[in-house]
């Protein structure tokens, strides 16, 4: 149910670029909060998303929930382990920050599905019956999440990707647009499955993976990005 403008609560954006414009767009059709403005480490002051300014970095967080009287916010970074490293700088300034989920009113919400805090989830997805998303995930444009299937805490779904039931995707992996997993399988930590891959069978922590099927071609950092590259925590 939407909400008056006085009864919105304001909070903050963390993260200026692509990711964060696709992010503000739910915020702005939830019609639950109001977003202040944007915080971000690489973009000048003054720069704006939207409409919206970049007011700072992570740092001035204590100063905006006084001035603004915000009740939380959202990083809005795409890259797993970047969104990791975020958290935890403002774990560090502010400890009870409180993490908002945005869910797209297109998205499709099956029965006792479980949504952790920070999560966010894009248009056209949908996470069927008894899935669990944990903190800080993404489900992006038209992924499908299975039912009684997990995703663990920083880990993501591109577009388009499909995911069959009772699937364990664990923490900061990531599922490359268009591909496809199927049933009873786990894919581990930090592990990255290239775009376009069908995956049928378990892959280990720290790999990538790729092709039809998906075989683990190397071993991977925990700071790599999905194009193989170190992670710049560029808040893209």
Known sequence: MAKSEL???NIIIIGASGHASVIIDIIERQNIYTIVGLI???KPLGT???DYEVLGNEQILPQLIKSHHVIGGIIAIGDNYSRRVMFNKIQGTVPDFNFVTAIHPNATIGKSVQIGKGTVIMPGAIANANAVISDFCILNTASTL?????MDHFSSLAPGVNIAGNVTIKTSSSIGIGSCIIGGISIGSHTHIGAGSTVIKSIADFKLAYGNPAIEMRSRQV???HLGLKSKNDMR
């Open 7 to 9: 009864e919105k609560q």
């Open 40 to 42: 971000d480490s690489y």
């Open 48 to 50: 704006t998303l939207f």
């Open 146 to 150: 299975g039912h009684d299937s997990k």
């Open 223 to 225: 700071d790599e990005n």
